[in-house]
């Protein structure tokens, strides 16, 4: 396949619910604009406190339009949440690690990062399930189809210096494209970037990459 020249870097957390609607329209864009699309899994609290910024759960009016913006925006996407601000406040940290590990196990196809991503937004933002102990992130590994085995490896793969320092380095790598919050999305065009923030740029998106914007469901996919 011939490179088109055209590459979009997601950089997301699961703590982010505006991060799973964007995760969710890229995917779906992936076969349909002519782009290469890299899943760089961040953390948030690391870019909130790298940028200087606060989070947004702090100020009452923000956090209460989040829950009725979200709620609005869930079924727009076609990505079903409830009770959105239930579990604002858990951090993400370990399962951002478990979700590096996937991605140093899974190098060439990205495919396993997508699914494990997936199934750990849903259980935060859909059922509202424990997202940090290990047998929380076993369930997750083996819904993504690893074997109990393989999540026994990715599992202490992400407790690894390793994983902890390509965590830090994805987000620095974020901070230096002046990332203040995630969802956060690189465009690269022949080497000439952009940078969109949130969930409800893609109509500009589109523009910049030369592809046409059909709406969040271009193939009448759902989640």
């Not at 991605?103 to 060439?108: F, L, P, T």
């Not at 690894?160 to 901070?175: G, P």
């Not at 995630?182 to 923030?197: E, H, M, R, T």
């Amino acid at each position: 396949m011939i490179s088109s020249g055209k590459v979009i870097k997601l950089f997301y957390d699961i703590s982010s619910p505006y991060s799973w609607l964007a995760f969710e329209v890229l995917c779906r864009y992936k076969n349909v604009w002519n782009m290469e699309l890299k899943l760089k899994p961040a953390y948030l609290a690391g870019v909130i406190d790298g940028s200087g910024n606060q989070p947004p759960g702090l100020n009452t009016n923000k956090l209460m339009y989040m829950t009725s913006d979200l709620m609005l925006l869930s079924q727009y996407f076609g990505v079903p949440m409830y009770q959105t601000s239930k579990l604002s406040k858990k951090d993400s940290v370990i399962p951002m690690r478990f979700v590096t590990a996937v991605a140093e196990k899974d190098k060439d196809g990205g495919d396993l990062v997508e699914k494990v991503s997936r199934e750990l937004w849903k259980r935060m933002w859909r059922t509202h399930q424990d997202i940090v102990q290990p047998a929380s992130l076993t369930e997750v590994g083996i819904k993504a189809g690893f074997s109990a085995i393989e999540v026994e490896d990715i599992l202490t793969l992400a407790k690894s210096q390793q994983i902890k320092d390509k965590l830090r380095s994805i987000t620095n790598e974020a901070l230096e494209y002046k990332c203040f919050g995630l969802p956060f999305i690189v465009c690269q065009v022949d080497g000439k970037a952009k940078v969109f923030f949130g969930s409800d740029r893609f109509e500009l998106m589109a523009y910049f990459l030369g592809e046409k914007w059909l709406g969040p469901h271009p193939t009448k996919s759902t989640v």
